[in-house]
């Protein structure tokens, strides 16, 4: 007394002296002792009263925020920010960060055009003008001036340093990458183990997730190319895609365990689950369908388009094989065509064989250079070789017999081990079993040929009948032979055989006698 101090927490408050008191700074000077004191305050603070009795009342206000905090907040009454059309600013060090628009609109500042979301997001950054869009925990933390990358989520483009035009989305997602570029990665765990690779994309959880320094690849699919170091060029799309490739490249494999097995195998193409899902080293292989080219290991330059085609196939190369199972049991057979369901469906070592047709040399194994056109030709062939079956059923009996020629419907439909034949038209040489050297051109020519050899039958029915008839010839519609070494012209319907000049003899030593040498007078 007289005078004494104001001590107050609240720095907003205001006091306004009354009648007999000086307010300096927070010294209050009674300037008239005894008489009545009246000290009132904006902030609700009040001081009444006579020395040496005097009454402070100091109500609670709840418009301010505190630095160790606020209760009995009003939800949706109470708030921090501005009443009017001005934006709400937060400042560090006397130095604006953030800003809240009137839009609603949130803006960040000083931060080199980056954005930065998360504990330790873009840590390291030197906040130069590098663009960078870090959401999530320590995502892009060692970001020092890698630019326009952008990482969502835990430890998203951890070690990147300076990288750029990266994407990572996901909980770990590029976390090693350094200073590889223009790479995206969806999925935790995508491309965690890039470093340096560029341009390459990984869609799915651990897509390309050991890919160090490839370079161009896509995955998309959870374990994609997973185990892909340094390969290039290389495209998986399906859950294990391409899992086991290392340094392949150039592969694209679509369909889940679409080539899984491939290591370091280049330009193959697999479309379809678990297709070419074996092969290892095997390059330029196509497959097609589901389970085609399965078991393919070091195959070269095959091409299999449907469902198990080419499905044992491990070491046979230049193989072509369309149609359900064609060519499924080739295992090193190299230089066949298979088309349709089940053709070459047997084969396992045989070699330039051509099957078109459903179950067109189905039990072929080892039997080499042979063709089978149409519905079950040359069906049961087991190993005989470079036979030609065109025709439905055509040779289809035949097992080891060769250098057969079969056009026509049932043409040397019989046929099992015979070699030599030539049967065009329905049914030709159609009994024909173990004979040889035979030549059949009409529907039924030979039809009844069972083992006779070296015979000839010309014309619709010719020779029809006869089993074991050898070095005979009929020429003409239903022309018979009734024995071996005959030739017989025309049916019993014809009337007349002629021509220019009667038959001749020919001269021949076998049908000479007292032929003599030296003879005198001869030169």
Known sequence: YPNFTISSTDN???YTAGTGINIT???ITNTQPDQLVSITGTGGTTITGTYPSFIINSPADNNKWLLNGNSGIVEGSNFIGTTDNKYFSIRTNNTE?????????????NTGNSVFIGEGAGANDDLSSNLNVFIGYKSGYSNTTGSYNIANGYRALYSNTTGSYNTANGANALFSNTTGFYNVANGSFALYSNTTGFYNTAIGYRALYSNTTGNFNTAIGSYALYLNTTGNNNTANGYLALFSNTTGHDNT???????????????????????LYSNTE???????GYLALFSNTVGNYN????????????TGYYNVAIGDSSLYSNTEGYYNVAIGHNA???NTGGTFNVANGPYALYFNTDGYDNVANGLNALFSNTTGNDNVANGLNALFSNTTGSYNIANGYRALYSNTTGNYNTANGYAALYSNTTGSGNIANGSYSLYNNITGNENTAIGYGAFYNGADYSNSTAIGYNTSITASNQIRL????????????????LSDMRFKKDVKENVPGLD
Do not use: C, M, P
């Open 303 to 314: 091409t299999a388009n449907g469902h198990n085609a080419l499905y044992h196939n491990k």
């Open 97 to 109: 960060k953030a800003r809240i628009t009137s839009k609603g609109q949130i803006e960040t500042y």
């Open 282 to 288: 095997g390059d330029y292989n196509t497959a097609n």
């Open 344 to 346: 070459l469906y047997s």
């Open 490 to 505: 025309g049916n019993a319907s014809v009337t007349s055989i002629g021509g220019q000049v009667g038959w001749s003899t």
């Open 253 to 275: 494999a679509y369909g889940s365990h679409a080539l899984y097995s491939n290591t370091t195998g280049f330009y193959n193409t697999a479309i379809g689950d678990s297709s």
């Open 25 to 27: 700074g927070t010294t």
């Open 12 to 14: 907003n408050t205001t």
